[in-house]
């Protein structure tokens, strides 16, 4: 169970991942020791996955964002285990869901160009029987987190 500490400990890692033990505790009112425990439990519980950074898109040439709609080519296990294996191997997918509704799956992909994503598009084509693919482009990205909203 989480209190209020651990809430405020993830909120600021969420935040600023390279905070030492020392500022973390200085934020939440803990020393460095007692806090610097606290964050080893909630990495060994499995609530702290991995700490990253977050790096600009744009700056590395990665300035298009699309979302890929797939209905699948098929509807059993076998097909999913293994569509599932090569589509989460593709680098420029940030995010791969599994949907309900008309739409089975949802790509998150990092394009450098509508030619980039091209021939993203015809590699992921070749991958697996799919009954249909659309994508759309993001024109602006008005919102963007990582953050969950713990407060």
Known sequence: MLDRLDIQ?????????????AALGAQVGLSSTPCW????????DGLIERRVAIVNR????????????IRAGQHDEKWLL?????????????????M????DYLLKVAASSIEGYDLFYK?????????G????????????TTALPLL
Do not use: C, N, W, Y
């Not at 309900?100 to 739409?103: E, F, I, R, T, Y």
């Not at 590699?123 to 009954?131: P, T, V």
């Open 58 to 69: 744009q700056a590395v040439g990665l300035p298009v964002t699309v979302f890929v709609s």
């Open 37 to 44: 425990k606290r964050v080893k439990r909630l990495e060994d």
């Open 123 to 131: 590699k992921l084509i070749g991958l697996a029987d799919m009954a």
């Open 133 to 144: 693919v659309s994508s759309a482009f993001s024109m602006e990205q008005i919102k963007s």
């Open 9 to 21: 400990i993830l909120d600021a890692l969420q935040r600023d991942a390279t905070l030492s033990a």
């Open 82 to 98: 293994r569509f599932a294996a090569v589509v989460s191997a593709l680098p420029e997918v940030q995010e791969f869901h599994r």
């Open 100 to 103: 309900s509704g008309d739409v």
